[in-house]
């Protein structure tokens, strides 16, 4: 399985969730991230990101900022987006209903539709932060209990 967790500038929430991911599937599995935009793209995650997941005794610090491109609605199998705007910016990208199918928001896996979105820490302190990364980790362990098993 591959997955893909997109964010705007991907420096703070997507990386965060790409390493959460990694954290909960096989090796075999396949987890990137990417943002909407390209203004960050090739720098690492926010320094905050990276202390918030270190404190999780997760490393992302190598991880680095690239927009998200046509191929990877061909690459993966999912593609989980942070907030309404960024989904509706990859689902604008989409070329026909099999990429869009691909596509959802993040936190509906946790079954509530109304609070789907994941806040952006990026304005926030390190307590912000924090709150995202327990959004993502209980993401994420919805995401792997979802994956059929072989």
């Avoid at 995650?45 to 918030?52: F, G, L």
């Avoid at 609605?73 to 593609?79: G, L, M, P, S, V």
């Avoid at 993040?106 to 820490?121: K, M, R, S, T």
Wanted: proline share 5%; net charge negative.
């Amino acid at each position: 399985m591959k997955i893909l967790m997109v964010c705007l500038g991907n420096i703070c929430r997507s990386p965060l969730a790409e390493g959460i991911m990694k954290t909960k599937v096989p090796g075999s599995f396949v987890v990137d991230s990417a943002g909407t935009i390209s203004m960050h793209e090739g720098e690492h995650p926010d320094k905050r990101a990276v202390k918030i997941a270190a404190n999780h005794n997760i490393d992302i610090s190598k991880q680095r900022s690239r927009p998200i491109t046509r191929k990877d609605f061909e690459t993966f199998d999912k593609i989980y987006c942070m907030d309404i705007d960024v989904l509706q910016d990859v689902v604008s990208k989409t070329r026909n209903e099999e990429e869009r199918q691909k596509i959802s928001l993040f936190l509906e896996v946790l079954g509530d539709h109304e609070n789907a979105e994941v806040p952006d820490p990026y304005w926030g302190d390190m307590s912000d932060f924090e709150k995202v990364f327990q959004l993502l980790d209980r993401g994420c362990d919805a995401i792997k209990n979802q994956i059929p098993k072989s």
